[in-house]
């Protein structure tokens, strides 16, 4: 009975005791991120699912599945979105769909620099006088 009493007294101090303080929280150390969420879900179709989401602000979700694209095609489609914020601390959502005819994403997408232009004139030479093929002799 005591036996019983002391494992049981164990056991409830153990399961009320608040371990929170012992968890490092996330202080901007991508590699101690924890994952707050995460689900998956394949099914036998080819058919799927998945979510996740950390405790840094990054958080994604897609759906795909296998469609018929004429009688001897198939393709795998998906739709998803992603968020995560940027080293200059904006908050960037993509959506997309991928599919027979490619990637395509809708939201906030990086726009690329300028291209400087020295590198641009050269392109433009480039475009306005193009290689004329080598003529090979053959001996």
């Known amino acids: 009975m005591f036996f019983k009493l002391t494992v049981a007294v164990c056991l409830f101090a153990a399961v009320s005791c608040d371990v929170s303080h012992l968890r490092k929280p996330y202080q901007g150390d991508d590699s101690q991120v924890q994952i707050l969420r995460q689900e998956s879900d394949i099914n036998p179709d080819g058919s799927y699912n998945f ?5 840094n602000g990054i958080s ?6 296998i469609v018929q694209i004429n009688k001897d095609q198939v393709a795998k489609t998906a739709q998803g979105s992603f968020q995560y914020i940027s080293p200059e601390g904006q908050p960037i959502s993509i959506q997309y769909v991928a599919d027979e005819n490619g990637y395509q994403p809708q939201g906030d997408l990086p726009t690329p620099p300028p291209v400087p232009a020295a590198i641009q004139r050269a392109i433009d030479y480039i475009l306005a006088h193009p290689q004329q093929p080598e003529h090979v002799r053959k001996f």
């Not at 979510?51 to 405790?55: F, G, H, K, R, S």
């Not at 994604?60 to 599945?65: F, T």
């Open 60 to 65: 994604a979700q897609e759906q795909g599945h």
């Open 51 to 55: 979510a996740y989401e950390t405790e």
